[in-house]
C-alpha cells in the first residue's frame, strides 16, 4: 500500500490550510450574524460568496471530482487530507464547493448525465450558482434496505409521472435549491435491483412540495433536512438520469465517494475536538491544578490521538483501493471505515463535551453542532447495523464449510 501524496496534493493542502486560516475561520462571526440577522436558519449569508470567490481565485474549487473535465482530478488518495481539512471547519466544504449533498449529486450527473443534463443542472452547480437535494430516504419503510422504496416514477407517454412521499431530503430548506436527485421504483415486476430508476426533479415543477425542516437534536442550519413531497410531478422523459430501472446501481456509485467523503470530514471533526480538548485542559485549573495535569483527562487525550490516527489510516486504505481496484473491490474497507470514523468522531466529541463542562452543551462552542453532525453520521448514507452485517458476512462465508 502506498499512501504518500502527491506534489499536487501537499500543494493544494499548503494552500487550503491558508485559505482556512486567513479567510474561513475569521469569517465565522461575520458568518452567524448574518444567518442570525436574517431570521432564517437557512439564510445564505453574502460573506459566504466572498468566500467561494476567494476559494476560486486560490484554485480551491470542486477539488472532490476526480473527472477532469469537470474537476480537479485528484485521486481519493490525495483529497482524502484536504476532505479531513474541511471537515474541521463547517464552513470550507461551501466555501470550496465541496459540500453534500452536491458533491453526490454532481459525481453522478458528471457520469450518467446526458450533454442536456450536465448543460442544466452540472455546470451551474460546479460554478457554485445554484444547490441541489437527494431524496432517496422515505418515512413510512426501512429505508436502508433501498428494495422497500415506494416511491413511484411512473412512465406515461414521453413523459414520467413522479409521486413521492421522502424525508431527510438533504440540503431542500435552501432557497438556492433548484433540483432534487429523486429515487423511486419505475418497474414494480422487476428484480429488486432493477426495480429503480433515477430522476431529476426541478424543485419548481407542480406538484414539488418542502413539508418541513427537521432539526437534529436542534439543530437546523445550512441547507437543511426536510420532509418532502412529490404529488403527479409531471416531467418529460428526458428527466431520467441514466437508464431506465438503473437508479439502483446509480445510486451504489453514488454512495461510494460519499461514503469516504463523510469519513475524511469526520475525522477532520475528531482533529478540532481533540484541539478543543487540549486547549481548554491548559486553561482551565479546577482544584488547583490544569485540567492536563489530571491523569483522567491524559488519558483521554492519549485514547482520543490513539483512535484518531487508527481511524486516519484505515481511511487512507480504503481511498488508496478505491484507486487502485475501483469502488466495487473497496467496498469492504469502506464499510468498515463508515463505522469507525462516525464511532471516533462522536466519541472524541463526546470527551471533549465533558471536558468542557457546561460550556461543551451550549452553542458558545461548536462542540454541540459537531456531536449533532457526528452522530448522525451513524445512520446517513448506511447504518452502521448494515455495514457491520456486510462485512460479517464476508467474514462468516470462509467459515461456512464447517456447517454439518
Known amino acids: 500500500m502506498e499512501f504518500e501524496y502527491s506534489s499536487r496534493s501537499l500543494e493544494l493542502q499548503e494552500k487550503l490550510g491558508d485559505f482556512i486560516r486567513t479567510h474561513v475561520?475569521?469569517?465565522g462571526p461575520a458568518y452567524q450574524e448574518q444567518v442570525a440577522a436574517s431570521g432564517d436558519p437557512h439564510f445564505h449569508p453574502p460573506v459566504m460568496e466572498e468566500?467561494?470567490?476567494?476559494?476560486?481565485?486560490?484554485?480551491?474549487?470542486?477539488?472532490?471530482?476526480?473527472?477532469?473535465?469537470?474537476?480537479?482530478?485528484l485521486s481519493n488518495l490525495d483529497y482524502a487530507p484536504l476532505c479531513e481539512m474541511m471537515g474541521k471547519s463547517l464552513l470550507t466544504g461551501e466555501a470550496t464547493n465541496c459540500a453534500a449533498p452536491d458533491t453526490g449529486n454532481m459525481e453522478i450527473l458528471a457520469?450518467?448525465?446526458?450533454?442536456?443534463?450536465?448543460?442544466?443542472?452540472?455546470?451551474?452547480?460546479?460554478?457554485?450558482?445554484?444547490?441541489s437535494c437527494f431524496a432517496m430516504t422515505e418515512p413510512w419503510v426501512a429505508s436502508s434496505d433501498a428494495t422497500n422504496i415506494q416511491s413511484r416514477i411512473e412512465p406515461d407517454g414521453d413523459h414520467y409521472i413522479v409521486n413521492a412521499h421522502k424525508w431527510w431530503t438533504s440540503g431542500a430548506a435552501s432557497d438556492r435549491c433548484k433540483v432534487a436527485v429523486l429515487l423511486g421504483v419505475s418497474n414494480p415486476d422487476a428484480d429488486p435491483y432493477h426495480r429503480h430508476s433515477m430522476i431529476l426533479v426541478p424543485f419548481d415543477a407542480p406538484g414539488v412540495k418542502?413539508?418541513?425542516?427537521?432539526?437534529?437534536?436542534?439543530?437546523?442550519?445550512?441547507?437543511?433536512?426536510c420532509e418532502t413531497l412529490y404529488q403527479d410531478v409531471r416531467l418529460p422523459?428526458?428527466?431520467?438520469?441514466?437508464?431506465?430501472?438503473?437508479?439502483?446501481?446509480?445510486?451504489?456509485?453514488?454512495?461510494?465517494?460519499?461514503?469516504?467523503?463523510?469519513c475524511m470530514r469526520a475525522i477532520g471533526l475528531a482533529e478540532k475536538a481533540l484541539e478543543l480538548m487540549c486547549m481548554r485542559s491548559q486553561m482551565r485549573a479546577?482544584?488547583?491544578?490544569?485540567?492536563?495535569?489530571?491523569?483522567?483527562?491524559?488519558?483521554?487525550?492519549a485514547e482520543s490521538r490513539i483512535e484518531i490516527e487508527?481511524?486516519?489510516?484505515?481511511?487512507?486504505?480504503?481511498?488508496?483501493?478505491?484507486?487502485?481496484?475501483?469502488?466495487?473491490?473497496?467496498?469492504?474497507?469502506?464499510?468498515?471505515?463508515?463505522?469507525?470514523?462516525?464511532?471516533?468522531?462522536?466519541?472524541?466529541?463526546?470527551?471533549?463535551?465533558?471536558?468542557?463542562?457546561?460550556?461543551?452543551?451550549?452553542?458558545d462552542w461548536p462542540l454541540a453542532a459537531m456531536y449533532a453532525h457526528a452522530r448522525t453520521l451513524h445512520l446517513v448514507d448506511g447504518p452502521d447495523e448494515v455495514h457491520k452485517q456486510q462485512i460479517a458476512r464476508r467474514e462468516l462465508r470462509q467459515y461456512e464449510h464447517l456447517r454439518s
Do not use: C, Y
Open 237 to 262: 422523459a428526458s428527466s431520467l438520469l441514466g437508464e431506465e430501472g438503473g437508479g439502483f446501481s446509480i445510486a451504489q456509485a453514488r454512495l461510494g465517494p460519499g461514503r469516504i467523503h463523510h
Open 286 to 301: 479546577p482544584f488547583g491544578k490544569p485540567l492536563a495535569e489530571q491523569g483522567v483527562v491524559q488519558d483521554r487525550v
Open 51 to 73: 468566500l467561494k470567490a476567494e476559494a476560486r481565485k486560490r484554485g480551491l474549487w470542486n477539488l472532490f471530482l476526480p473527472n477532469e473535465k469537470w474537476g480537479a482530478g
Open 210 to 225: 418542502v413539508v418541513r425542516t427537521l432539526p437534529v437534536f436542534g439543530h437546523d442550519a445550512g441547507g437543511g433536512h
Open 310 to 363: 487508527q481511524a486516519r489510516l484505515l481511511t487512507l486504505k480504503a481511498a488508496w483501493l478505491m484507486d487502485t481496484v475501483g469502488n466495487k473491490g473497496a467496498r469492504f474497507e469502506i464499510a468498515a471505515i463508515k463505522v469507525v470514523a462516525a464511532r471516533v468522531a462522536t466519541t472524541v466529541i463526546d470527551r471533549a463535551i465533558q471536558l468542557f463542562g457546561g460550556a461543551g452543551v451550549s452553542d
Open 25 to 27: 475561520d475569521p469569517a
Open 111 to 131: 457520469e450518467f448525465g446526458t450533454p442536456e443534463q450536465q448543460d442544466e443542472w452540472l455546470v451551474p452547480l460546479l460554478n457554485g450558482e445554484i444547490r
